[in-house]
C-alpha cells in the first residue's frame, strides 16, 4: 500500500479528473479499501478541501467548492498551462495585468527546478493586431460585476462616461443620471468589452462599452429576460457595428462553444463575436468564405470544440478531420 502522503495526491488527483467518484471505484483505482478511502477523505478535509460525500446506492465523493482556496494539486503538464496562461493574461487588456504577473510568481516559486527552466526558456508575448486606437483596458471587477447582473438576471444601474469629457465650468453639461437596464449579454466585439442590454428609461436595446461603465450597488430587482432582436445576439450586435439587419456579411456563418476564457478567444478572433460563459468557457460565433475555412479557422484554437451550428458546419468539421487523418497516415507511411 502506498503511503499516506502519497496516497493522498494521487486521491486529489483523482478529485480534481471529475466531478463525480464512487467510492468502490476511487478504492479500485487507489488499490486500498473503502474504509482507508475515507479515513483519506476526512484527511483531506481537515487539510481544507471541500470534499462533499454523495447519496446513493454505492456513496461517493465530489471536490466542492468551498468559501477558502485550498491547495491544489497540479500534474507537469498542467502547471506549464497555468504558467504560460497567465503570461498571455499579463497582456490581455481586461484589467487583470498586475494580478496576473502575481500569480504567476507565486507559481513559479513552487513549481520544481525542472518545471521552473521550463517556465523561463519558454517566454510568451501576446502582440495584438495594429489598430486606428489602442483599446482602453476593462477594470476586471466591472467585468466580473457585469457577468454576475447579466447571470443573476438583477437590474443593473451604473454611470457611462462620456467618450469626450466637458468642459468644466460649464453647467449645461451636469452628470447625466445613471443608466437603468436590464444586463442580458456580455460580448466582445473587435477586441472590446460590449454589454447588450434592455435600456429601461429608452425602452429600446442599447450596447454598452464596458470600458466606461462604472456599476453601482446594490442590483435591482429580478427581471424575465426578453429576446434580442432577431433572436440571436450575434446578428443583433453585427447588425449595430456594420449597419446590417440581416444574419451577417459572410456567406458562411456558424456557431461553438470553446473550453477557453472569452478574454483569450476575443484576442485572436477580432472579427468575430465571443460570449462569456462562464470563467474558462465561451461562444463564438464566426464567418468565412466556406464552411471548410470557417472549421479550420476554429480549430486553431486549442480546446474542446462543441458545434452549436449549422448543419454544414460539423459537416466541415467532419471533413477536414478525415483529411487530417488521411495527411498523417500519409506522412507516417513515408517515415
Known amino acids: 500500500m502506498p503511503k499516506t502522503s502519497g496516497r493522498l495526491l494521487a486521491l486529489l488527483s ?11 471505484l476511487l ?6 479499501s473503502p474504509r482507508t478511502v475515507r479515513r483519506d477523505v476526512d484527511r483531506l478535509r481537515e487539510l481544507g478541501y471541500p470534499v462533499v460525500a454523495i447519496k446513493g446506492p454505492d456513496g461517493g465523493y465530489r471536490l466542492d467548492a468551498g468559501p477558502e482556496l485550498p491547495p491544489l494539486l497540479f500534474d507537469d503538464e498542467q502547471a506549464v498551462a497555468l504558467a504560460v496562461a497567465l503570461q498571455i493574461a499579463t497582456g490581455s487588456g481586461a484589467g487583470i495585468e498586475e494580478a496576473a504577473a502575481r500569480a504567476l510568481t507565486t507559481v513559479r516559486q ?4 525542472r518545471l521552473r527552466h521550463r517556465i523561463d526558456t519558454l517566454q510568451v508575448t501576446a502582440v495584438e493586431r495594429p489598430s486606428a486606437r489602442p483599446h482602453p483596458q476593462v477594470d476586471g471587477h466591472v467585468l466580473v460585476a457585469l457577468s454576475a447582473a447579466v447571470h443573476a438576471r438583477e437590474v443593473l444601474r451604473f454611470d457611462y462616461a462620456r467618450v469626450s469629457p466637458p468642459e468644466t465650468g460649464d453647467n449645461d453639461h451636469a452628470d447625466p443620471p445613471p443608466r ?13 468589452w460590449y454589454l447588450v442590454a434592455w435600456d429601461l428609461d429608452r425602452e429600446d436595446w442599447r450596447t454598452f462599452r464596458a470600458d466606461r461603465i462604472t456599476p453601482r450597488v446594490p442590483t435591482g430587482p429580478r427581471f ?17 457595428f ?14 461553438v462553444i470553446l473550453n477557453l476564457p472569452a478574454a483569450d478567444v476575443s484576442r485572436y478572433s477580432r472579427e468575430g463575436l465571443v460570449e462569456a460563459l462562464g470563467p474558462h468557457r465561451c461562444r463564438l460565433v464566426l464567418g468565412s468564405r466556406s ?12 480546446a474542446d470544440i462543441e458545434v452549436v451550428g449549422p448543419r454544414e458546419l460539423k459537416d466541415a468539421f467532419a471533413h477536414l478531420a478525415r483529411r487530417y487523418a488521411d495527411a498523417a497516415r500519409s506522412g507516417a507511411a513515408r517515415a
Open 224 to 240: 424575465t429576460p426578453r429576446e434580442v432582436p432577431g433572436g440571436e445576439v450575434a446578428a443583433f450586435v453585427a447588425g449595430r
Open 27 to 32: 478504492a479500485e483505482r487507489l488499490d486500498i
Open 291 to 302: 464552411w471548410p475555412g470557417l472549421a479550420a479557422a476554429i480549430g486553431r484554437f486549442d
Open 14 to 24: 483523482l478529485l480534481q479528473a471529475r466531478r463525480d467518484w464512487p467510492g468502490a
Open 110 to 113: 513552487v513549481m520544481p527546478a
Open 180 to 192: 437603468r437596464v436590464q444586463p442580458h449579454h456580455l460580448v466582445t466585439w473587435g477586441g472590446r
Open 242 to 255: 456594420q449597419g446590417f439587419d440581416g444574419t451577417g456579411d459572410w456567406p458562411c456563418r456558424g456557431e
